[in-house]
């Protein structure tokens, strides 16, 4: 039999393969050295990863970086993440190209999301009272108490690299961005520090009640208290830019997005703020209980709402659009994507949501409240009562799998790409971390 690969030009052969799906351009990599080289050219592995959607994986998050878990000696269920690819150092194979690598990785790492593999770290011990604040890098997981002290945590090693005293109350709030962590506190201020030395760079004061919320983009702090006002601090400058007033009640939930800052608050009203000019753009006004949650981009707005409603409204006029009806109880906690709207509810449901408006499907696995959710192109994440972490295939409407083995209550979550991180309302507070890498 003639091997057509020897005696073709490179551009015909190259085109030949280009028809091939993954999984036969795999098989025919068995084949031979040169069958090998061809069907590990880097263009039609970037062609498949840009196809899937995969692009991230080999630009902003390097999975050919990230250092995969330890095979476990214990793994008897076989549920920890494995990923191998071994090629002796002595081999005439050439190591695996990049975009190949990165196909293979995320692919690998999507099936541990699906089917439930992941390893628990050791479980982040330290506060003695609740955990009220988490944030995360992937890198290392800040921490804030009611026992008035601050954590940074590094999750190579699973330890406590500083632990952080100074506040006179409760942390409410933490948020870090590239080497810099802000806290929100109960004392009335804003605390910027170090991530890497753990030591404080700066202290805001301005508040006249406790700090709620922040957001931070690296140079803009938002913040919002119990005063009912939102604040906006320049962190280069250090000082306070701007004291926003609008809402009549205490501030529930806020959010940034490209230089904008939304508040939902229990006066039952939303206000969309222009933070580099200092003033409101909208007023929105259509609920009828406190708005727990809300997620906007430059066309819409989603609220959801104690009145067991979600409302879909228009950035640009801040007109109501869309009332979305069928939780039984509060809207707790919402995310929307380009595909979908989820919600997540005190009548223990998760709902997925066309943009049109029209109930996709009606995902039930919790008991009690549904406090969290991630979504992102991938896969949907819930996390609730009962200790219950869910992963859903939202286009689907599909279960995938729930995780059980959540050591303890959670009221907080953070996702990453390879990470799960989980925060316990329980006194003393842990920090759960599941890693499916």
């Known amino acids: 039999m003639v091997d057509f690969v020897e005696y073709l030009p490179h551009e015909l052969t190259e085109r030949i393969f280009s028809y091939l799906s993954p999984a036969d351009l795999g098989k025919a990599a068995r084949c031979s050295k040169q069958w090998r080289e061809m069907s590990s050219h880097e263009a039609l592995w970037l062609h498949f990863c840009m196809v899937n959607g995969w692009m991230k994986y080999g630009l902003t998050v390097d999975l050919t970086l990230e250092q995969s878990s330890p095979r476990s000696k214990s793994n008897v269920s076989g549920t920890s993440p494995v990923f191998e690819n071994y090629i002796p150092v002595d081999s005439s194979l050439p190591q695996t190209k990049k975009?190949?690598?990165?196909?293979?990785?995320?692919?690998?790492?999507?099936?541990?999301?699906?089917?439930?593999?992941?390893?628990?770290?050791?479980?982040?011990?330290?506060?003695?009272?609740?955990?009220?604040?988490?944030?995360?890098?992937?890198?290392?997981?800040?921490?804030?108490?009611?026992?008035?002290?601050?954590?940074?945590?590094?999750?190579?090693?699973?330890?406590?690299?500083?632990?952080?005293?100074?506040?006179?109350?409760?942390?409410?709030?933490?948020?870090?961005?590239?080497?810099?962590?802000v806290t929100g506190c109960a004392d009335c201020s804003i605390r910027v520090y170090d991530s890497t030395t753990g030591q404080i760079i700066l202290i805001f004061n301005g508040h006249s009640a406790s700090v709620d919320h922040l957001q931070f983009d690296g140079e803009t702090i938002v913040s919002a208290g119990a005063d009912r006002t939102v604040r906006i601090w320049n962190l280069p400058e250090g000082k306070l830019q701007f004291t926003l007033k609008g809402h009549t009640d205490e501030i529930e939930c806020l959010t940034i997005y490209g230089g904008y800052a939304l508040t939902g608050s229990w006066d039952t009203t939303m206000i969309l703020w222009d933070v580099y000019k200092g003033q409101g753009v909208h007023s929105l006004a259509d609920h009828t209980e406190v708005v727990n949650c809300c997620q906007f981009d430059d066309t819409r707005i989603v609220?959801?709402?104690?009145?067991?409603?979600?409302?879909?409204?228009?950035?640009?006029?801040?007109?109501?659009?869309?009332?979305?009806?069928?939780?039984?109880?509060?809207?707790?906690?919402?995310?929307?994507?380009?595909?979908?709207?989820?919600?997540?509810?005190?009548?223990?449901?998760?709902?997925?949501?066309?943009?049109?408006?029209?109930?996709?499907?009606?995902?039930?696995?919790?008991?009690?409240?549904?406090?969290?959710?991630?979504?992102?192109?991938?896969?949907?994440?819930?996390?609730?009562?009962?200790?219950?972490?869910?992963?859903?295939?939202?286009?689907?409407?599909?279960?995938?799998?729930?995780?059980?083995?959540?050591?303890?209550?959670?009221?907080?979550?953070?996702?990453?790409?390879?990470?799960?991180?989980?925060?316990?309302?329980?006194?003393?507070?842990?920090?759960?971390?599941?890693?499916?890498?």
């Open 303 to 437: 609220s959801g709402s104690a009145d067991g409603t979600l409302k879909v409204w228009s950035t640009a006029t801040g007109e109501c659009l869309q009332t979305l009806r069928g939780h039984e109880e509060e809207v707790y906690c919402l995310a929307f994507n380009k595909e979908v709207i989820a919600s997540g509810s005190s009548d223990s449901t998760v709902r997925i949501w066309s943009h049109a408006g029209v109930v996709k499907c009606v995902l039930k696995q919790h008991i009690g409240i549904v406090r969290c959710l991630h979504l992102d192109e991938e896969k949907l994440i819930s996390g609730g009562d009962q200790k219950k972490l869910v992963v859903w295939d939202f286009k689907k409407g599909k279960l995938l799998n729930a995780i059980h083995r959540n050591p303890t209550l959670l009221h907080l979550m953070w996702v990453n790409e390879t990470k799960l991180i989980t925060a316990s309302p329980e006194t003393p507070g842990t920090i759960t971390v599941l890693n499916y890498w």
């Open 99 to 181: 975009w190949k690598a990165v196909y293979m990785r995320t692919q690998h790492l999507l099936k541990n999301w699906a089917k439930g593999r992941y390893r628990v770290a050791p479980i982040l011990r330290g506060h003695r009272q609740k955990v009220s604040a988490i944030d995360s890098n992937g890198h290392i997981v800040v921490s804030g108490s009611a026992d008035k002290c601050l954590r940074i945590w590094d999750l190579q090693t699973y330890r406590c690299m500083y632990k952080i005293d100074g506040h006179a109350d409760t942390i409410n709030a933490v948020k870090i961005k590239n080497n810099l962590i």
